[in-house]
């Protein structure tokens, strides 16, 4: 089996950079990344990721925008978006799945959560 | 007593019986080395992941450093690795002898705005130059400005306290800090006040 694209999307270096050493023990995965939703709308388009792994809160487009955008089009709506967000509140978390989006975490990440997500979306 | 008992379990339940025990016992030892190994691979992932943490902190100081943004870099670690939008960092200011607020997120400044030595916990880690859990000192008299306080750090340059960033309240997601989040706040209580510094001195050193 190939390695699993994944885009991963935020406007915080550190938050991708973590995500990142985090991943790299699991050797199947490739790591692509975005700044922002319109980055990441752009980046999904060009690259068809297996899964997107995306912040809320960032500049110049939102994760639930862009998720409804993704979400909306027919090249880009199959794929899974997880989206990340430091509000775990109930009304945030409803927003979310009215975005589209499947999945739902919370920051900071909990690595065994993520990659057991992760594995539940992909695979070993 | 009858027959069995006095000359014990016949010949061919002896091969049987012996035979599960071995199975039992395989199977314990099997279960065993599993545990083991389970044990050993957590504490390597342990390992891994609080590494992941400070190798993406200390590589946020340094780009920090180059652009000028130590403090905001601060906020985004505390912010992105350990869970809080309710970060202030303070700044010594030696000719007032008190600390002024340099950098926040989340947090009121007009009350927030300065601290002397010694007052409260925040200045006590100033005073002490030791960092200060609000959970391990739950006796400690807190004044109205930390009612929220989870912890207060100290940038100590070798004995030298150049500052102090201090959490307020955690993501509500976030229950209390964990052993990852202390050697995190262990890593900026030093490299932290380094790149501050670092930066101080650069941008003093462009001046005319």
Partial sequence: ???????????????????????????????????????????????KPDLILMDVMMPRMTGLEACRILKHDKETSKIPVILLTTRG??????????????????????????LDLLKAYLGE | ?????????????????????????LTFDALRVRAQQLSLREQLERQHFLLAR?????????????QGDVYEAVGEIIGNLIGSEEVAIFRHHSAHQTFLLVWSVG???????????????????AHEGTSQFRNRRPATPLLPHEASLTACIPLKLDREVIG?????????????????????LKFLETYGAVAAQLQ?????????
């Avoid at chain 1, 985090?22 to 388009?45: C, M, P, T």
């Avoid at chain 2, 027959?3 to 025990?21: L, N, V, W, Y």
């Fill in chain 1, 1 to 47: 089996m190939g390695s699993k694209k994944i885009l991963l999307v935020d406007d915080s270096s550190t938050a991708r950079l973590v995500t990142r050493l985090i991943f790299s023990q699991k050797s199947n995965y490739v790591l692509l990344s975005a700044v922002d939703g319109k980055d990441a709308v752009e980046r999904a388009h060009a690259e």
């Fill in chain 1, 89 to 114: 509140e109930e009304q945030f978390v409803q927003e979310g799945y009215e975005s589209g989006c499947s999945d739902y975490l919370t920051k900071p990440v909990n690595d065994t959560e993520l």
């Fill in chain 2, 1 to 25: 007593m009858t027959a069995t008992e006095e000359k014990g379990p016949r010949p061919e339940m002896q091969g049987r019986e012996g035979s599960a025990h071995e199975t039992r016992g």
């Fill in chain 2, 54 to 66: 400070l190798n993406a902190a200390s590589a946020r100081l340094l780009q920090a450093v180059e």
């Fill in chain 2, 107 to 125: 947090v009121e400044k007009e009350t927030l705005h300065q601290f002397g030595l010694g007052a409260g916990l925040i200045g006590r880690a």
């Fill in chain 2, 164 to 184: 102090v960033i201090v959490i307020l309240g955690l993501l509500p997601q976030k229950n209390g800090l964990e052993w990852a989040d202390f050697e995190l």
């Fill in chain 2, 200 to 208: 101080n001195l650069q941008k003093s050193s462009v001046k005319p």
